[in-house]
């Protein structure tokens, strides 16, 4: 095992080794900058300094905690004393040993600037608003193809040699009942020679005895049965029973019309029974396969219009919308095939041709949080964004892992993790993991690259049918919190059988991950709802509901405010014998489900979910806790 231990941290050192060569320029041009603001000064940051008694306290103080000794360009070494670099033979310079962003709570997340630094970085922030997701059509590059719906293949009817094909090339039309090629089959030919003895026997017996005249009819049905079970259609054994000397070759007839896509057989070639000739398609309508990468999905719908332009026809639009979305990823190419079908009843649309797709986008009524492209840090899977905020009257950026949605030209929908109203960084996010990388800090840029799922990937966005199966479980949750901060039993248990039915009937299919996610919410739900429509007396239901809240909250985390109002989460800590509950209720006046009439307004809001928006995590990966977006004060 520690052998194991070593090579994997081997591996982790050299995996990100070339992530930090990548940004050592950066860190150090920063850190001189940085560390120049906050430790060593130089003649401005003296002058800074005399002209700000604030500045001189902070940096007098900063000077008494100055004893631990880093490098500028590996601020992994830490030292208790100057000295050199024993990687590169730089002289180390003094930072806070304590670095104070562990002290504010935010577990080294955070990186407090003074007006000068935040200035010589280049900081600029820029509010999160919440707006209607603007629209950005979606192109795609595809290929034209045959409509497979309307394929069909033309085959022997009988088994023999081809003595002649009709049709010799690809691209001929072929009407129906067209001949298309000649057989030599001996079957055929001791059937029909059967067939011609057997009315000749008939004729011959006309005027004998009955029952020699039944008996030769009989082998005349016989002979024609014989031909009909080989295959011969009617028509065609009609005209064999009329003839007098036996075929040695029959024809072969298309039941079928339409464009030859390929040519199976070949002449003097022995076909089975059934064997194929031809390959039909009927070119009316074609399909265009477009490829769309895993991120362009979530913009993508069956029945959405689709606007195709062809190379070989410049300046022509041509309408189509989408049939079909492949279930599975080419796992080479890392696409997904979207298809199109469109109308080519001229033809002068070919199988073959390259085609550019223009998907229009859907609009988003839910009005997203929505942040500049410039704002996030990625690494992995992780993106990253600095929060302004303050501390003990200076300005601070915490680094808060965020979940976005796909960029839409130059912004990016916000998941989760993000408040309306919020300052995010848009311009020096990487001087500020800079200066939290050489203070050793949970730089994003020191840590590993987040390749394992987390907390944010329970966030699953839902299309609209999805999204309406769930909204009467999240209603009902509702009913009974209503009616258990009215001291309304008999309400309560009834809306949890409601409750109840709901989960039941619920059926997701919008991706994978929505039906993987939902069947680890159902059970706790449909479990925790029995409970409070089983129970005797509202203390019993009060204590279902409890457990019921904490499945409720997940799923607001995984598939965000279903409702089509704002949500509140409120938390009472004198509930559940003074250990705290939460719950979730639409009104904005606290309507506590745990103490009814007793206490209805105890317990305060501590996040407001709109429309769409997710719940906050519980814990911000890299980090701790995200804080909460308080909306009141605790209330009795």
Same mark, same amino acid.
């Given at each position: 095992?520690?052998?194991? %231990?070593?090579?994997?941290?081997?591996?982790?050192?050299?995996? &990100?080794?070339?992530?930090?060569?990548?940004?050592?320029?950066?860190?150090?041009?920063?850190?001189?900058?940085?560390?120049?603001?906050?430790?060593?000064?130089?003649?401005?940051?003296?002058?800074?300094?005399?002209?700000?008694?604030?500045?001189?306290?902070?940096?007098?103080?900063?000077?008494?905690?100055?004893?631990?000794? !880093?490098?500028?360009?590996?601020?992994? =070494?830490?030292?208790?004393?100057?000295? &050199?670099?024993?990687?590169?033979?730089?002289?180390?310079?003094?930072?806070?040993?304590?670095?104070?962003?562990?002290? =504010?709570?935010?577990?080294?997340?955070?990186?407090?600037?003074?007006?000068?630094?935040?200035?010589?970085?280049?900081?600029?922030?820029?509010?999160?608003?919440?707006?209607?997701?603007?629209?950005?059509?979606?192109?795609?590059?595809?290929?034209? #193809?045959?409509?497979?719906? /309307?394929?069909?293949?033309?085959?022997?009817?009988?088994? *023999?040699?081809? #003595?002649?094909? $009709?049709?010799?090339?690809?691209?001929?039309?072929?009407?129906?009942?067209?001949?298309?090629?000649?057989?030599?089959?001996?079957?055929?030919?001791?059937?029909?020679?059967?067939?011609?003895?057997?009315?000749?026997?008939?004729?011959?017996?006309?005027?004998?005895?009955?029952?020699?005249?039944?008996?030769?009819?009989?082998?005349?049905?016989?002979?024609?049965?014989?031909?009909?079970?080989?295959?011969?259609?009617?028509?065609?054994?009609?005209? @064999?029973?009329?003839?007098?000397?036996?075929?040695?070759?029959?024809? =072969?007839?298309?039941?079928?019309?339409?464009?030859? =896509?390929?040519?199976?057989?070949?002449?003097?070639?022995?076909?089975?029974?059934?064997?194929?000739?031809?390959?039909?398609?009927?070119?009316?309508?074609?399909?265009?396969?477009?490829?769309?990468?895993?991120? +362009?999905?979530?913009?993508?719908?069956?029945?959405?219009?689709?606007?195709?332009?062809?190379?070989?026809?410049?300046?022509?639009?041509?309408?189509?919308?989408?049939?079909?979305?492949?279930?599975?990823?080419?796992? %080479?190419?890392?696409?997904?095939?979207?298809?199109?079908?469109?109308?080519?009843?001229?033809?002068?649309?070919?199988?073959? @041709?390259?085609?550019?797709?223009?998907?229009?986008?859907?609009?988003?009524?839910?009005?997203?949080?929505?942040?500049?492209?410039?704002?996030?840090?990625? !690494?992995?899977?992780?993106?990253?964004?600095?929060?302004? !905020?303050?501390?003990? *009257?200076?300005? /601070?950026?915490?680094?808060?892992?965020?979940?976005?949605?796909?960029?839409?030209?130059?912004?990016?929908?916000?998941?989760?993790?993000?408040?309306?109203?919020?300052?995010?960084?848009?311009?020096?996010?990487?001087?500020? +993991?800079?200066?939290?990388?050489?203070?050793?800090?949970?730089?994003? @840029? &020191?840590?590993?690259?987040?390749?394992?799922?987390?907390?944010?990937?329970?966030?699953?966005?839902?299309?609209?049918?999805?999204?309406?199966?769930?909204?009467?479980?999240?209603?009902?949750?509702?009913?009974?919190?209503?009616?258990?901060?009215?001291?309304?039993?008999?309400?309560?248990?009834?809306?949890?059988?409601?409750?109840?039915?709901?989960?039941?009937?619920?059926?997701?299919?919008?991706?994978?991950?929505?039906?993987?996610?939902?069947?680890?919410?159902?059970?706790?739900?449909?479990?925790?709802?029995?409970?409070?429509?089983? &129970?005797?007396?509202?203390?019993?239901?009060?204590?279902?509901?409890? %457990?019921?809240?904490?499945?409720?909250?997940?799923?607001?985390?995984?598939?965000?405010?279903?409702?089509?109002?704002?949500?509140?989460?409120?938390?009472?800590?004198?509930?559940?014998?003074?250990?705290?509950?939460?719950?979730?209720?639409?009104?904005?006046?606290?309507?506590?489900?745990?103490?009814?009439?007793?206490?209805?307004?105890?317990?305060?809001?501590?996040?407001?979910?709109?429309?769409?928006?997710?719940?906050?995590?519980?814990?911000?990966?890299?980090? *701790?806790?995200?804080?909460?977006? @308080?909306?009141?004060?605790?209330? $009795?």
């Amino acid at each position: 095992m520690p052998q194991q %231990t070593e090579e994997n941290t081997s591996a982790n050192s050299t995996s &990100s080794s070339s992530r930090r060569r990548t940004w050592m320029g950066l860190v150090t041009f920063f850190s001189g900058v940085l560390l120049g603001a906050f430790a060593f000064g130089g003649s401005d940051a003296e002058e800074a300094a005399n002209s700000d008694p604030l500045a001189r306290d902070s940096n007098a103080e900063s000077a008494a905690k100055a004893q631990v000794w !880093t490098c500028a360009m590996h601020p992994q =070494i830490r030292q208790d004393e100057p000295g &050199s670099c024993p990687i590169c033979g730089m002289d180390l310079v003094p930072v806070e040993a304590a670095d104070n962003a562990d002290s =504010i709570g935010d577990q080294g997340a955070t990186v407090v600037l003074s007006e000068r630094a935040k200035i010589l970085a280049k900081v600029r922030t820029q509010e999160v608003v919440r707006r209607a997701k603007p629209r950005a059509d979606l192109h795609l590059l595809g290929r034209l #193809e045959a409509n497979e719906a /309307a394929q069909k293949t033309v085959t022997a009817w009988t088994a *023999g040699r081809i #003595e002649r094909l $009709h049709v010799n090339t690809r691209g001929e039309d072929i009407k129906a009942g067209q001949v298309v090629a000649k057989i030599y089959s001996p079957e055929v030919f001791a059937a029909h020679q059967d067939l011609i003895t057997a009315r000749r026997q008939v004729g011959r017996l006309s005027a004998g005895s009955p029952s020699s005249r039944l008996a030769a009819e009989a082998a005349l049905e016989a002979a024609r049965d014989r031909l009909r079970l080989i295959g011969v259609p009617e028509r065609e054994l009609e005209r @064999m029973e009329k003839e007098e000397r036996p075929r040695r070759s029959v024809s =072969i007839r298309s039941p079928y019309g339409g464009t030859v =896509i390929e040519r199976i057989a070949t002449e003097g070639a022995y076909l089975a029974t059934g064997g194929p000739l031809y390959r039909l398609a009927e070119l009316d309508t074609l399909w265009v396969q477009l490829d769309a990468y895993e991120s +362009d999905l979530s913009q993508v719908s069956v029945g959405q219009p689709v606007e195709l332009r062809i190379d070989a026809l410049e300046g022509e639009v041509f309408e189509g919308e989408v049939t079909f979305i492949d279930p599975t990823v080419d796992p %080479t190419r890392r696409t997904v095939r979207v298809r199109v079908e469109v109308e080519n009843a001229k033809g002068r649309l070919k199988p073959g @041709m390259f085609a550019e797709a223009t998907l229009q986008a859907r609009e988003d009524a839910r009005r997203p949080l929505v942040v500049p492209a410039t704002a996030p840090l990625f !690494t992995g899977r992780r993106a990253v964004v600095f929060v302004e !905020t303050e501390v003990e *009257g200076q300005t /601070a950026y915490t680094a808060r892992t965020v979940r976005l949605g796909p960029r839409s030209v130059d912004e990016y929908p916000v998941v989760a993790g993000l408040s309306e109203g919020e300052r995010v960084v848009v311009q020096g996010a990487f001087a500020l +993991d800079a200066d939290l990388q050489i203070k050793g800090g949970r730089s994003m @840029m &020191s840590s590993p690259d987040d390749t394992q799922a987390g907390p944010w990937d329970m966030v699953t966005e839902l299309d609209d049918t999805d999204r309406e199966q769930l909204r009467p479980v999240l209603s009902h949750y509702l009913e009974i919190q209503r009616a258990l901060a009215a001291d309304d039993l008999a309400a309560a248990t009834a809306a949890a059988t409601e409750l109840s039915t709901s989960v039941d009937a619920v059926r997701l299919s919008s991706t994978e991950a929505a039906e993987r996610t939902w069947s680890s919410l159902a059970e706790p739900l449909r479990g925790h709802a029995t409970h409070v429509a089983k &129970s005797a007396d509202l203390e019993v239901a009060r204590g279902g509901f409890e %457990t019921l809240s904490h499945a409720l909250l997940q799923l607001l985390r995984s598939f965000g405010n279903l409702s089509d109002d704002s949500l509140r989460v409120a938390f009472c800590p004198m509930a559940m014998g003074s250990e705290g509950a939460r719950w979730v209720q639409a009104e904005a006046t606290i309507d506590n489900p745990y103490f009814g009439a007793s206490m209805r307004t105890c317990g305060e809001v501590e996040e407001v979910l709109e429309v769409g928006a997710y719940m906050k995590m519980p814990a911000t990966p890299g980090g *701790g806790p995200p804080t909460p977006a @308080m909306a009141g004060g605790h209330q $009795h």
